[in-house]
């Protein structure tokens, strides 16, 4: 992938954007043995190198992927007998690449995976409270007795509560439509919390993650590269 030498300098915390220009101007940016001119100017990191005062900076470039996770596939790089959400990638991609946090088999929508391991490391972070949005449809009448239990915290069979959650009812009926918005990851947590409320979950999708939000155009099975906004939000 071609790169702009200021977005690198920048990418590499060698200079802001702006100070990247002074460093061209005064010569001390080459690529290879070429002096850079401008900061517009394009290289390919896997085929050249950039130098400052003939230092070289190594750029190493992770992969950030948004993947709208199908139904039927299990998170994980490998496995025996399933279809895994790797399977969705191009495979020369693949390299060192994982999926941030799990979502069930049966579970679909917004699903990180890059090879940053320290970006999904933060993410995960029961300290960081990242917020995880879902939309469920869930049995039973969904009602403000159970937004209070959400936002109270449930019993899960965890040695403490859940954390307050945030439920917002779409539709209520025999069968109801949610938006739940939890900060944890415990395994099966938004099944097991409106389990403990009295409902089960028959469909859920995750539509965001911090400042991540599943990308409208995408279909099941679909994935796309992520802006370099999306990626400096999610850094934050
Ligand atoms: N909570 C669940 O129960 N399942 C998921 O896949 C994600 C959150």
Redesign the pocket.
């Known amino acids: 992938m071609l790169l702009r030498v200021d977005k690198a300098l920048s990418q590499l915390q060698v200079a802001a954007r702006s100070e990247s220009k002074k460093l061209i101007r005064d010569g001390r940016i080459f690529l290879d043995d070429r002096r850079v001119k401008s900061g517009a100017e394009k290289f390919d990191p896997e085929i050249e190198t950039l130098y400052m005062d003939g230092r070289a900076l190594r750029y190493e470039q992770f992969q950030y992927f948004m993947l709208y996770k199908p139904a039927g596939c299990v998170t994980a790089t490998t496995d025996a007998e399933n279809q895994t959400v790797m399977d969705f990638l191009p495979k020369e991609r693949h390299r060192n690449l994982a999926p941030v946090g799990?979502?069930?088999k049966d579970?679909e929508g917004l699903l990180l995976i890059t090879d940053d391991g320290a970006l999904g490391h933060n993410l995960l972070a029961p300290g960081k409270h990242v917020e995880?949005t879902?939309f469920a449809k869930v049995s039973d009448e969904a009602n403000a007795e159970m937004v209070r239990q959400f936002a109270m915290g449930l019993e899960i069979g965890e040695k403490k509560l859940t954390a307050p959650a945030k439920l917002r009812i779409l539709t209520a009926g025999e069968e109801s439509e949610v938006e739940v918005t939890i900060t944890e990851g415990k395994y099966?947590?938004?099944?097991?919390m409106f389990h403990a409320a009295g409902s089960e979950?028959l469909y859920?999708k995750?539509l965001s993650m911090g400042s991540l939000v599943l990308d409208e155009a995408l279909k099941p099975g679909e994935y796309r590269e992520l802006t370099q906004e999306e990626i400096e939000a999610l850094k934050r």
């Open positions: 799990r979502l069930d579970t995880k879902y099966h947590q938004v099944k097991r979950v859920l995750r």
